[in-house]
């Protein structure tokens, strides 16, 4: 079964607004990652933030983790039209900890449009 | 630096025919992982290699086997395959610092 659920399922905005994803998970975590996939193209990683963060930076992105309410969000600024792509969240499948980070339940993603 | 390289990279089988889907990985990872995506489903884990030598389980195994060839290679098996494996699939290493590769997928469909 899946953990991790987004929202919305589909976002479109303008090129240089911000763009904001959520995410719902269900069971305790040590950590939530965000991935960005381009149409036919693999997954590629953009952020880990660890269960005892409550926020983390990357460039332009900015992700929260709230672990009393099971969610996070990942925040866009600025966006370019490059950033249109599905984005997805994934936290650790079956038991919390261990070193196989890969081993993960994904949501079935936010597609973000950007129109230039 | 090639990252994680799947091959083929699409492939048309008829039902009952078996194939093996290749992945090698040359950053040096112990963890690798084979998923599957589907339309409006996400990624979902078949098999995954912790380690060189072993092979554990995912959420969605039945139909496949795996074998982990030595450390760079993990490779996934269709013995008899169905309709119903159609789909992407995608092979991943992971590193200790929390970050998965994936590969560019392989695309497959089962008639």
């Known amino acids: 079964s899946q953990q991790g659920e987004e929202d919305p399922q589909a976002l479109s905005i303008q090129e240089g607004e911000n763009a904001t994803m959520n995410c719902s998970y269900k069971t305790s975590i040590n950590n939530l990652q965000w991935y960005r996939q381009n149409s036919g193209r693999g997954l590629v990683h953009l952020i880990l933030i660890r269960s005892n963060e409550r926020e983390k930076h990357s460039g332009r992105l900015r992700v929260t983790l709230d672990t009393s309410k099971k969610s996070s969000s990942l925040l866009i600024t600025a966006s370019r039209a490059a950033d249109t792509a599905s984005y997805f969240c994934a936290t650790p499948l079956g038991k919390a900890g261990g070193t196989s980070y890969g081993k993960l339940t994904f949501g079935q993603g936010t597609i973000l449009t950007v129109h230039p | 630096n090639a990252g994680v390289t799947q091959t083929p990279k699409f492939q048309v089988l008829k039902t009952g025919q078996s194939m093996t889907l290749q992945c090698a990985q040359d950053m040096n990872h112990n963890s690798m992982y084979w998923y599957r995506q589907d339309p409006g489903m996400g990624l979902r884990l078949i098999y995954y290699?912790?380690?060189?030598?072993?092979?554990d389980k995912g959420e969605v195994p039945n139909g496949y086997n795996v074998s982990r060839l030595n450390k760079r290679e993990f490779s996934l098996r269709l013995e008899s395959a169905a309709p119903s494996q159609t789909s992407v699939y995608f092979c991943a290493s992971s590193d200790l610092r929390g970050e998965a590769f994936f590969g560019q997928g392989t695309r497959l469909t089962v008639v």
């Open positions: 290699s912790a380690s060189e030598g072993t092979t």
